[in-house]
């Protein structure tokens, strides 16, 4: 998981879905459920795309705002970024929650 976030703040998000193939066998491997792995993954690529210093997202929201400085923005996506850690944490110790509406749904 730290090495998603450190390579999703250098890296593109799709290079980094990309890099998945070669982590599946280290995930099965591990005993770790690969949809709870692909949930994981996808929350640490958009941790990693508004993780400063490189984040994307901060450099595109930076470019709509003009009056806004870079700082302004970093220091408004640390909470986010708090909150989506505080979720990953969630999911990887009770899996069951990110399955809670599909199976609520499911009847």
Do not use: N, W
């Amino acid at each position: 998981m730290v090495l998603s976030i450190v390579l999703g703040a250098f890296i593109d998000g799709l290079s980094l879905i990309l890099v998945t193939p070669v982590m599946l066998p280290l995930v099965d491997h591990v005993g770790m459920d690969p949809y709870i792995f692909g949930i994981l993954l996808f929350l640490l690529v958009e941790l990693g795309q508004i993780t400063p210093p490189l984040g994307i997202d901060l450099f595109v929201l930076k470019s709509l705002s003009r009056d806004t400085t870079l700082g302004e923005i970093f220091r408004a996506a640390l909470p986010v970024c708090a909150m989506i850690i505080l979720v990953a944490v969630i999911v990887f110790l009770e899996p069951s929650v990110a399955f809670f509406l599909p199976d609520s749904m499911a009847g």
